[in-house]
């Protein structure tokens, strides 16, 4: 399982460095289970290993890039896609105020982890 504020902290750092009147990214970890039964017979099951993604949007004199991704290698250059494309759409001062970051984990709120519950 990937360390999320970790990795949150190093893409902070890469947003720092970057010239651009706004810029975002959102980091993502997700799992998928499934259970099919026809009638009350079991047909299949599965679960996946978890998996991170995110993206990042950036907007430079009024043009906008954004780049989504499933996998967190190359970050910096992700960021700097989107920054890229932002400046090529470029058209005019944006006349945003630079705001403090504003980073939040979000937990999901769940009585019982389905995660736990044992399949068989």
Known sequence: ??????????????LKKQNADY???HLEESQFSSISYRGKQLESH?????????????????????????????LQDKVEMAVKQAR???????????PNPVVEDVPVKIKENPALIPAF
């Open 1 to 14: 399982m990937t360390d999320l504020k970790k990795v949150g902290q190093q893409l902070a750092e890469i």
């Open 23 to 25: 810029i975002e990214a």
């Open 46 to 74: 599965q679960q996946k290993p978890p998996r991170s993604g995110g993206n990042v949007r950036a907007l430079v004199k009024g043009g906008w890039g954004f780049v989504s991704f499933n996998d967190l290698t190359g």
């Open 88 to 98: 090529l759409s470029a058209r005019k001062p944006a006349g945003f105020m630079r």
